[in-house]
């Protein structure tokens, strides 16, 4: 599996010149995060679709679950620990560049201090980190190299297309879920205008932050939520997270406790 280039590089004072943190949450502990406070509803009975009505029938049933792809999963997908606002919270990262991840912005909000995890069970900490005033994404830089990088897609996936979802579903081992894209709903969490991907793939609190993979290993997404009832994932969509890696003004200092 190819590696990412530096196509998207972003050194410390490119990221000190990035995104607003929602007024509403800026200088304040998150009281609770996205996987705490998951979105009504099955995706399937809230979403709707630009395209044809999702029919499994219709879509080739290839596995996506090669070996190679998940040992690519493995190696790109990173575990966070977030120390601050006196307790710790856990989530899930991917790597996009040498030593550049992407993950939650509900994620590290709050962070006295950072850690990541690689696969091999190597810990770093994140010496910058930056979020999105607009989706729930935050870019931190690490003070190490990764193992591996995911290459960002050129485009969102479309309804039907297979994907694969890794993450550390309560700070434990890593977790890989198959399933496809369901539909683009609205973002009802968080309101962003580029809305969300629903997918048919159980999430669990710890995942946020992980990837959403196609079927060459590229990223399409990131996980930030779940459905109430049986835990379907929403992600955030790679074209969201292009726009804030390209615009000088999309990113923020995320927010200390106080």
Known sequence: MPSAGKAHAMHPVGLLAVLVAFTLLAGACLEAPPDERPVRGEPSDTTTSETEPFDAATIEAQPLRAEGVERFAREVTLRVRNLGCGR???????????????????????????EVTTWDGTTMTVAVARAATTHDIAVAEVGGELPNVAPVAAADPEPGDRVLVAGYPGGGGLSLEEGRMVARTSD???????????????????????????????????????????????????????????????????????
């Open 88 to 114: 710790v919270v856990t989530g899930s990262a991917v790597a996009i560049d040498g030593d550049l991840l992407v993950t939650n912005r509900h994620v590290v909000e709050g962070a006295d201090a950072l």
């Open 188 to 258: 009802r969490l968080f309101g962003a205008d580029a809305g969300a991907l629903a997918l048919d793939v159980e999430v669990a609190p710890g995942s946020s932050g992980g990837p959403v993979l196609d079927r060459d290993g590229q990223l399409v997404g990131v996980i930030y939520a779940l459905a109430v009832e049986g835990g379907r994932g929403f992600a955030v969509p790679v074209t969201a997270l292009q726009d804030a890696l390209e615009a000088g003004d999309a990113l923020v200092d995320v927010p200390e406790c106080r």
